[in-house]
């Protein structure tokens, strides 16, 4: 592991691994530290997400006012995301962490007392842009500090962590609100973001920063990096909401995320010293890694998003109905990581990614066939399958996409590797809000052809239904059948919906599968184990 210890910087410490794979107990204390305060980057998007209109209410803000607490959180966060490669090689591993905990941990009690829509809005977006370096910061740290016999144990805790959150964050975010009110969505962070920043503060000693990088910063890349992403995430997220190109702004937000994105691009590989080294995508398992991390974005941002959309639509059921249900997945996430560890170490990472790959398939399939009255015990099955889905592709995915590159690359890497199953889940929410709304219309114009007076059924029904309401009293009884029936036919173009949003995302993991023979198998390990090069 001699090789490993250079992380692209002449004066970095030795790694905690570099002696017969012992694992240094301070640098070890100082990773879970980590892991917690990813997991916190993560959870406060899914809890926040559950409670909107409890926000919206809470600042009298607008429907089309209250999505941009989210959507500021998230464009910002994916700005930070490929910057905090070059941040943690400019002020050193442990103190980039440190700020943005602290930095997290700050704009969660300042969301909290925010006292109109628009102090939430900014205080959100610096609340994204300060956390967002917490979650590449962990992936990359795992390959510093961990010798390669033990990354598969400390990737299963990272996987377990990053899959957990989302699974659990609805549930949660109901109760909170529920229970106190709306601003313990964010006053939850604050013991925990400064207990996490005293203990990496005080650990996690893995390398110094270099501050000769700051000679000849690219500030162009990094404004056109800040414009390509947000203006990307933007589109993404507001698209669907406004029938994508009938809004101006979305046009002129199209053409601004182009014109960046393309000078973005030419300068990253023009300047001597781009703000992010594209360079590691010339290694094929880092680009097909990326390919699968993009992949399981969709899967998991889009199964966590569309299995309460469907459940409250369809169902009516509340927050902690849907939170039970989703519980399902949690758990078998849980009883399937050690499974998952052990034949991540055992068998090739293509083999075990493949079962995964297979499994999530199969799970939102079997969510393709669901009728109106669907409930717990119809969906016990396919959340089982896809829970366990989620270890057995998360693990090898990241060994992968990081396992086989120089070290001094892993920084750079791992933020770009997170980019890619963020932009997975921004792309994928876009396609489902899309596809959603054309089925929805398509699925209604096909049924509600049989809402027709020459229909014997149709007339009976509703004289079924008229009869009902006129015994209820209801004063224009047939008025009544005729919304309840219009309900009733929207309920089920609506479930079929679903069902070919389901089938559409099991077509995008078996497309993935079908890719597995393009990543290479893992070149044997130098000296017994060091870095793959």
Known sequence: MSSATNTGNPTAMPQAGDHAGHVDRA??????????????????????ASSLENIQAGLSASPDEIGWVQTSYLIAEVVMIPLSGFLSRLMSTRWLF???????????????????????IWFRAAQGFLGGAMIPTVFATTYIIFPPEKRNTASVMIGLIATMAPTIGPTLGGFLTQSLSWHWLFLINVLPGLAIAAVVAMTL????????????????GLLAMAVFLGSLEYVLDEGPKDDWFDETAIIYGTIVCAIAGIYFFWRMFTYDKPIVDLKSFADRNFTMGCVFSFTLGVGLYGSVYIMPLMLSRVRGYD?????????????????????????????????????GLGLFATGLAMHGFNNSEVSFNELILPQIV?????????????????????PEKIK???????????????????????LL????????????????????????????????????????????????IVNLVTREASIISFND?????????????????????????????????
């Open 98 to 120: 440190v700020i943005s905990a602290i930095g997290f941990t700050v704009m969660s009690v300042a969301s909290a007392f925010a006292w109109s829509i628009e102090s939430m």
């Open 437 to 484: 709304d054309k089925r929805i219309d398509y699925h209604f114009s096909l049924l509600s052809e049989h809402i027709n007076p020459a229909s014997t059924a149709f007339k009976e029904y509703l004289a079924t239904m008229m009869a009902r309401y006129s015994e209820m009293g209801i004063a224009d009884p047939k008025a009544a059948a005729m919304k309840f």
């Open 205 to 220: 000693r893995v390398d110094r920063g270099d501050r000769s990088l700051l000679k000849g910063f690219d500030l162009w």
């Open 386 to 406: 896809r829970g366990a889905a989620l270890m057995f592709c998360m693990l090898p995915v990241t060994n992968l996409a990081l396992g086989t590159l120089p």
């Open 319 to 355: 927050s902690l109905e849907i939170g039970m249900i989703m519980a399902v997945t949690g758990i078998a996430q849980f009883l399937s990581a050690p499974i998952a560890g052990k034949m991540t170490a055992k068998y090739p990472p293509r083999v075990v990614l493949g079962i």
């Open 27 to 48: 640098k070890l204390i100082g990773w879970v530290a980590m892991v917690v305060g990813m997991f916190l980057a993560i959870l406060d998007i899914q809890i926040v």
């Open 501 to 533: 949003i389901y089938l559409a995302m099991a077509a995008t993991f078996f497309i993935a599968f079908l890719l597995l023979p393009l990543a290479r198998p893992p070149r044997a390990t130098a000296g017994g184990g060091g870095d793959a090069h």
């Open 412 to 434: 750079n890497a791992s933020g770009l590797y997170n980019l890619m199953r963020n932009l997975g889940g921004a792309i994928g929410m876009a396609a489902i809000n899309t």
